[in-house]
C-alpha cells in the first residue's frame, strides 16, 4: 500500500517561500515519478508539477514556472516543492501524487496518479 504524507504547509505573506514535503512508503521509491497537484476552493485539482524518476527532468505549470522547484531524495523517499515568491493565488490545498507504473514519464494531469497525500493547506495573504 502506497501512502504519502505531506507536510510543510502553513500561512505566509505574499512574497514568502514554503518548502513541502512528501514521504513515500509502502513501496520502491526510486524509479517512479512523482507530482505535485493544488486544488483551490471552489476549482479543479490543477497540475503544479512534476520529476521524472531520475529526477533529470521536471515540469512546470506556467503559473509557477521560475517560482517554484520540485527535486527528490531516493535516498529519503522523498520528494519536494519549494515554492518562492509566493503570491495569494498560490493559496490551495497542495497534493503529491504517485503513478502506478515504474519508469514512466511524469503525468500531468491528475487521472495519470492512482496514489495521492491527504494534502498540506497552503494560504498566502496579500
Known amino acids: 500500500q502506497v501512502q504519502l504524507i505531506e507536510s510543510g504547509g502553513g500561512l505566509v505573506r505574499a512574497g514568502d517561500s514554503l518548502r513541502l514535503s512528501c514521504a513515500a512508503s509502502?513501496?520502491?521509491?526510486?524509479?517512479?515519478?512523482m507530482g505535485w497537484f493544488r486544488q483551490a476552493p471552489g476549482k479543479e485539482r490543477d497540475f503544479v508539477a512534476a520529476i521524472s524518476w531520475s529526477g533529470g527532468n521536471t515540469y512546470y505549470a506556467d503559473s509557477v514556472k521560475g517560482r517554484f522547484t520540485i527535486s527528490r531524495d531516493n535516498a529519503k523517499n522523498t520528494v519536494y516543492l519549494q515554492m518562492n515568491g509566493l503570491k495569494p493565488e498560490d493559496t490551495a490545498v497542495y497534493s503529491c501524487?504517485?503513478?502506478?507504473?515504474?519508469?514512466?514519464?511524469?503525468?500531468?494531469?491528475?487521472?495519470?496518479?492512482?496514489?495521492w497525500g491527504q494534502g498540506t493547506q497552503v494560504t498566502v495573504s496579500s
Open positions: 509502502g513501496r520502491t521509491f526510486s524509479g517512479y515519478a
Open positions: 501524487a504517485a503513478p502506478g507504473t515504474r519508469w514512466g514519464v511524469p503525468g500531468l494531469v491528475p487521472n495519470e496518479y492512482p496514489y
